[in-house]
């Protein structure tokens, strides 16, 4: 009969830690999800400043750059834009940044999956309201405003949509690991 002092302790698996695989597909697909906001998903149905496809980086730069309608305004307007892209889409990619630290850092596959449904409902109602964030941003009022000329941001949220999904089923299967 052993001694118990050469019995090793048990260690104990914490259930809510993403094991390596989980993590390494939660990462690729987080990665695939910030691609999006370099990547020119929304149209427009006019050319603005020469291009009809936008990414949200280039919609951010050229409202920095003052040359989108939403500045020459000069109203309370920017401010409301703003606040409208932090909770609208800008929400996601900063939700979909702190997954990726997490993944990193701390593998809580409950913070990733809470992190991804919550982006997805924000990318659900956004897509819901009619991308009000980008409309905005563009044509420098909501759709109702501004002349019949819509923003289709349709792709980027199904893809928003289904990278979200797939980060709640990778945290949530833990027989991927």
Known sequence: MPNNSEISPVRKIDPDKMGWQRRRMALIVTLIGLATFVT?????????????????????????????????????????????????????????????????????????????????????????YGYSDFQEAIYGAPRAFASGHQVHAGTLCLILLGVLGLLVFIAATKQLD
């Open 40 to 128: 020119p998903f929304v149209a427009t149905d006019s050319e603005i400043l020469g291009r009809s496809r936008w990414s949200p980086l280039q919609v951010i730069l050229a409202v920095h750059a003052g040359t989108l309608p939403i500045l020459h305004s000069l109203s309370p307007g920017l401010l409301v834009l703003g606040i409208d892209m932090f909770f609208g889409l800008g929400a996601v990619y900063f939700l979909l940044t702190l997954i990726t630290a997490a993944i990193v850092f701390f593998p809580s596959a409950r913070l990733v999956g809470a992190s991804a449904a919550v982006g997805g409902a924000v990318v659900w109602g956004d897509a819901k």
